[in-house]
């Protein structure tokens, strides 16, 4: 059973900066994509950033110019580089892996999250 291990969370004053890590423990084939959900208390959980094996990448419009999403394809890891950081962007931040099992479905896994909080 494959694992998602996260690392890089923690606390940090606005405008600084953090690197999350997560890094797939396991096996998983057939990978469509990879990246980071966040969910802070009270909301849904949101799509902070998304990166396919060919390197499109896709971010939510609060993050966009101040996250970076990058992967090593051949080691099944995803990093997530951010700066400028808000007090708005304090939540449990969640990697994932999106994976095919036929070619019409897929299954997603998810690691144990990381907690990233910003002072003001």
């Known amino acids: 059973q494959a694992q998602l291990v996260e690392s890089g969370g923690g606390l940090v004053q606005a405008g600084g900066s953090l690197r999350l890590s997560c890094v797939v423990s396991?096996?998983?084939?057939?990978?469509?994509?990879m990246g980071w959900y966040r969910q802070a208390p009270g909301n849904q959980r949101e799509l902070v950033a998304r990166?396919?094996?060919?390197?499109?990448?896709n971010y939510g419009d609060s993050v966009q110019g101040r996250f970076t999403i990058s992967r090593v394809n051949g080691a099944n890891s995803v990093y997530l580089q951010m700066n400028s950081l808000e007090p708005e962007d304090t939540a449990v931040y969640y990697c994932?892996?999106?994976?095919?099992?036929?070619?019409?479905?897929?299954?997603?896994?998810w690691g144990q999250g990381t907690q990233v909080t910003v002072s003001s």
């Open positions: 994932y892996v999106d994976s095919y099992i036929t070619t019409t479905s897929m299954r997603r896994y």
């Open positions: 396991g096996s998983i084939n057939s990978i469509r994509a």
């Open positions: 990166i396919t094996p060919g390197g499109t990448t």
